[in-house]
């Protein structure tokens, strides 16, 4: 959709010009003697129809104009030109920042804050003022002293985004210059807030809250220090899922065969010592039960269904049949966390149990003693709006494998798949398939052997789901 609205950086909207698009441009190629008779009007053009292509609605930022305008410059071979309008845009924020920083509020800088909820958000001294009275219990006129005196520190800095815990680091540093060291004291060492913490001992579930809150730390320290600034950069805008930031130390997934026994019993207790002793390992078990556990639940043994339903608080597990069982007359677990497995994919049955809200995986080798199948990290791309936009796809791909690469540094001691998933594209379209080979390749680069599968994890839907459908 062609823009008809310019959403400027304080918010005011404006019509879309595309005259003065050409102006910049022409400015661009004039500072190094590449101006010719018409040429900046047709590269305006190219960026008017880039921006329809990739543009959600009719209106667009103006820091979006201008990163068409450098991308358009770069493709069109206009290298120095793009050099040139980069350094005058960001010679404009330094000047723009340093008066903001003065108390001149007429203009706002080209700043945004990645928020508690992963999103990005334009700088606003309100809502800084109003998190900072939130959080750190300062007064009305205290938390605007802190927004200031933060302003300051960035004045004078060309920074585009920031995490919420490196804005954090920027006012606890405000904070000290400003005299109050006590409040940083009992509140600034961590990124939880302390009453969250408290309440986790608290609660009746201690164990639980306690987890939660090591995976919202960990998840922290991961969009914070442990991402390419690329791939944070699309894990924020929707763009990128990364499987285990919550929990860096462990795979995506195991699945592993149980080996079969005539005790169901014995069955159970080596389910039950590989689910144990993998748990610490892997972020997700699927554990697949040999088909003598599935033929004594058939004769009426009901003494191992609450045996079974604990194993399934441990692990994914799945019950291995033929493909037809009179246990789905009446199936004795509630919940998503026992399916079956069968030899081959079978669509009624696969139908039957999904109105049974349970799941069906299939396969030959999910019947092998033994068998262990290891995935060590998982990746999706939300392609949405980049066909054909190969400049930008290369970038995304080169995002995922910087990230995967950082993924796969801290399981050293882990051996399976990398995977990852494109999601936005029409399966057969020539997009698709240059955005995953350039994935494949960009991993090759990294010694990185990338592996590609048609569907996305349900955490990876709910990433990217949430973007997608409040964007």
């Known amino acids: 959709m062609t823009p008809a609205v310019v959403v400027k950086r304080d918010g005011r909207r404006v019509p879309f010009d595309q005259g003065r698009i050409a102006e910049a441009i022409r400015g661009a190629l004039g500072g190094v003697g590449q101006d010719g008779p018409g040429l900046a009007e047709e590269l305006a053009r190219v960026v008017g129809e880039h921006l329809a292509r990739c543009g959600d609605g009719p209106e667009v930022g103006l820091e979006d104009i201008q990163d068409a305008c450098v991308l358009v410059l770069q493709e069109s071979g206009h290298y120095e030109a793009a050099t040139a309008f980069i350094r005058w845009r960001d010679a404009r924020e330094r000047a723009r ?23 990005r958000r334009p700088w606003d001294p309100a809502w800084l003022a109003g998190l900072l009275a939130e959080r750190y219990g300062l007064p009305a006129k ?55 913490v408290r309440r986790a001992f608290a609660g009746e579930d201690g164990r639980a809250a306690l987890e939660g809150l090591g995976r919202a730390a960990a998840l922290q320290h991961s969009l914070a220090g442990g991402l390419p600034p690329a791939a944070l950069r699309h894990w924020c805008r929707g763009r990128l899922w990364i499987d285990g930031l919550d929990d860096p130390r462990r795979g995506a997934r195991l699945t592993a065969t149980v080996d079969g026994a005539p005790n169901p019993w014995q069955v159970l207790a080596s389910a039950f010592a590989i689910a144990g002793e993998q748990q610490r390992r ?41 493909g037809r069982t009179p246990l789905l007359d009446e199936w004795p677990f ?20 999904q109105e049974l809200g349970q799941r069906l995986i299939s396969g030959p080798h999910l019947l092998e003693p033994g068998h262990r199948h290891r995935v060590v990290a998982e990746a999706a791309l939300n392609a949405q709006g980049l066909d054909g936009e190969h400049g930008l796809m290369d970038d995304l791909a080169h995002a995922t494998a910087a990230a995967m690469a950082a993924r796969r540094q801290r399981l050293e001691d882990l051996d399976g798949e990398l995977r990852f998933a494109v999601y936005g ?31 996305l994890s349900q955490e990876a839907c709910a990433h990217l789901g949430r973007f997608l459908d409040d964007g």
């Not at 920042?97 to 992963?118: F, H, K, M, T, Y």
């Not at 509630?334 to 149990?353: I, K, P």
């Open 334 to 353: 509630a919940g998503r966390s026992v399916g079956l497995a069968t030899w081959n994919q079978d669509f009624l049955l696969e139908q039957r149990l």
């Open 282 to 322: 892997w972020r997700r078990l699927r554990l697949v039960l040999p088909p003598s556990v599935l033929g004594h639940l058939e004769r009426g043994a009901q003494v191992l269904v609450p045996a079974i339903a604990a194993l399934a608080r441990m692990a994914e597990v799945h019950l291995y049949c033929d």
């Open 97 to 119: 920042r340093e008066r903001i920083a003065g108390g001149d509020r007429r203009q706002a800088p080209n700043l945004a804050i990645v928020d508690g909820q992963l999103r």
């Open 425 to 455: 594209l029409p399966h057969d379209s020539s997009s698709r398939r240059y955005l995953e080979e350039a994935v494949v390749q960009e991993g090759r680069r990294l010694h990185l052997a990338m592996v590609r599968v048609g569907g």
């Open 142 to 196: 205290a938390a605007e002293d802190a927004v200031a005196e933060t302003e300051r520190l960035l004045a004078g800095t060309i920074v585009e985004e920031l995490p919420l815990p490196h804005l954090l680091s920027l006012v606890d540093a405000a904070l000290v210059r400003l005299g109050m060291h006590g409040l940083l004291a009992e509140r600034a060492p961590l990124r939880l807030d302390q009453a969250e």
